[in-house]
Nanobody
Framework: QVQLVESGGGLVQAGGSLRLSCLAS???????????LGWFRQAPGKEREFVGG????????WYEDSVKGRFTISRDNVKTIVYLQMTSLKPEDTAVYYC???????????WGQGTQVTVTS
């Protein structure tokens, strides 16, 4: 499994932006590139939901419909970091955000501890 550490959460007003980071601290560049990375979120009282994912090279990314056009996932394989850039934030984006890693899409087997994002109206 991969050790993942998220950061960058916080409190923001609706319409604002935040960038979350997730560091895979124990991986090298070459091994990090082998992982598909994803972002998930869990709002109070709700199940964890998929936000988006990105392939190993960073050339392809995919998103859940409610965040398309507002969120962007990118990765820096040299730094072993994956980012979630969030813009035009809405109160319904409030959740704990988790990054995940795995050998393929929908095969995530390592998870970070989560970072809280709160969007106020």
């Amino acid at each position: 499994q991969v050790q993942l550490v998220e950061s960058g959460g916080g409190l923001v007003q609706a319409g604002g932006s935040l960038r979350l980071s997730c560091l895979a601290s124990e991986l090298t560049f070459s091994s990090f590139s082998n992982y598909v990375l994803g972002w998930f979120r869990q709002a109070p009282g709700k199940e964890r939901e998929f936000v988006g994912g990105i392939g190993g090279s960073g050339d392809s990314a995919w998103y859940e419909d409610s965040v398309k056009g507002r969120f962007t996932i990118s990765r820096d394989n040299v730094k072993t970091i994956v980012y979630l850039q969030m813009t035009s934030l809405k109160p319904e984006d409030t959740a704990v955000y988790y990054c995940a890693a795995g050998p393929g899409p929908a095969k995530y087997d390592s998870w970070g501890q989560g970072t809280q994002v709160t969007v106020t109206s």
